[in-house]
């Protein structure tokens, strides 16, 4: 019975795990979709990036996703002050110009055993550090304007 109850918690990690990993690669598909198709020199990129806060507080491990109105999607990840750096297609930078800004953020989990993995810790997994309306650029309320030669670091400070 131990045996077959290990065998389950082995099997219930290795689907969480592959959960985990295919929700990865359907946001990374969607952030290349996103991106088209490289080609030419591409746009203007300029440094940007800045600090995500909620409540006052830094949020560590948020992505943060800047969607200009024209060109590609940047990217970056919250450090834990919660500072972030937008890269395009692996150069440091973002598309120059107004857009939205989108941000996740959702616990990070290390088990250290499968006694840790319940059914509570799972269901935690998928809920939101912050108000799930800033996952969506089209609701998050967040807007900013790349600059060409400016500092572009910018402070987004969420709200419920």
Same mark, same amino acid.
């Given at each position: 019975m131990d045996k =077959?109850?290990?065998s389950s *918690?082995? *099997?219930?990690?290795q689907l969480v795990n592959r959960l985990s990993l295919l929700?990865? /690669?359907i946001a990374l598909s969607g952030f290349i979709a996103l991106? $088209?198709?490289g080609g030419g020199d591409g746009p203007e990129l300029a440094d940007a990036g800045g600090v995500v806060t909620y409540h006052g507080k830094p949020i560590e491990g948020a992505n943060v996703v800047f969607i200009p109105d024209s060109g590609p999607a940047a990217y970056g990840t919250t450090n834990a002050e919660g500072r972030f750096v937008w890269t395009t297609r692996e150069d440091?930078?973002?598309?120059v110009g107004p857009g939205k /800004?989108?941000?996740t953020a959702v616990p990070a989990y290390q088990f250290k055993s499968e006694a840790e993995l319940t059914s509570a810790t799972i269901k935690k997994m998928g809920q939101s550090l912050i108000p799930t309306k800033? $996952?969506?650029a089209e609701t998050s309320g967040l807007t900013v304007t790349v600059e060409s030669g400016e500092e572009n670091d910018f402070? =987004?400070? =969420?709200?419920d």
């Amino acid at each position: 019975m131990d045996k =077959l109850y290990r065998s389950s *918690n082995t *099997n219930m990690i290795q689907l969480v795990n592959r959960l985990s990993l295919l929700a990865c /690669v359907i946001a990374l598909s969607g952030f290349i979709a996103l991106c $088209g198709c490289g080609g030419g020199d591409g746009p203007e990129l300029a440094d940007a990036g800045g600090v995500v806060t909620y409540h006052g507080k830094p949020i560590e491990g948020a992505n943060v996703v800047f969607i200009p109105d024209s060109g590609p999607a940047a990217y970056g990840t919250t450090n834990a002050e919660g500072r972030f750096v937008w890269t395009t297609r692996e150069d440091r930078g973002a598309a120059v110009g107004p857009g939205k /800004v989108a941000i996740t953020a959702v616990p990070a989990y290390q088990f250290k055993s499968e006694a840790e993995l319940t059914s509570a810790t799972i269901k935690k997994m998928g809920q939101s550090l912050i108000p799930t309306k800033y $996952g969506r650029a089209e609701t998050s309320g967040l807007t900013v304007t790349v600059e060409s030669g400016e500092e572009n670091d910018f402070t =987004l400070a =969420l709200k419920d």
